[in-house]
């Protein structure tokens, strides 16, 4: 079994600065079946 931590990153892409953050989905035996990600401009926050 493979157990993954989230993770928060600050970047400037073509848009201007965000903070962005992915995470881990697993399925029932704890076993990660995909990753959800989600930003937010800084200026938006």
């Given amino acids: ?3 993954q931590s989230s993770y ?3 970047a400037h ?3 201007g ?4 953050r992915k995470a881990s989905v697993f ?4 076993e990660i079946i995909g990753i ?3 930003g937010f401009m ?3 926050i």
């Avoid at 600065?17 to 962005?20: F, M, V």
Wanted: charged content about 35%; hydrophobic content about 30%; glycine content about 4%.
């Fill in 13 to 15: 892409g073509s848009m």
């Fill in 8 to 10: 928060t990153s600050k």
């Fill in 42 to 44: 800084m200026k938006d």
């Fill in 36 to 38: 959800v990600s989600v």
């Fill in 17 to 20: 600065p965000s903070l962005r």
């Fill in 27 to 30: 399925d029932d035996n704890r």
């Fill in 1 to 3: 079994m493979i157990e």
